[in-house]
């Protein structure tokens, strides 16, 4: 599997991590006790974490480039 199908595959609940960003936005604790403790989560989940908390445009840019039509 390349890594584009991969993290399609990760990103595939786009929903989640929309909401998961969200989160982290409105909760300051919420967001310092994970950064705590992300190196203790699988590499997927940190994948997932940081990509939660890039700002706005490279995220976006991340996402447009993962789900454009090949």
């Not at 300051?28 to 403790?37: L, S």
């Amino acid at each position: 599997m390349n890594k584009k199908e991969y993290f399609k595959r990760i990103l595939n609940q786009i929903d989640g991590i929309i909401i998961l960003r969200n989160f982290v936005k409105k909760s300051q604790n919420f967001k310092e006790e994970w950064d705590k403790k992300q190196n203790e989560l699988p590499s997927e989940y940190k994948f997932i974490w940081r990509t939660v908390n890039l700002p706005e445009t490279p995220l976006l840019q991340i996402l447009k480039f993962l789900f454009k039509k090949d």
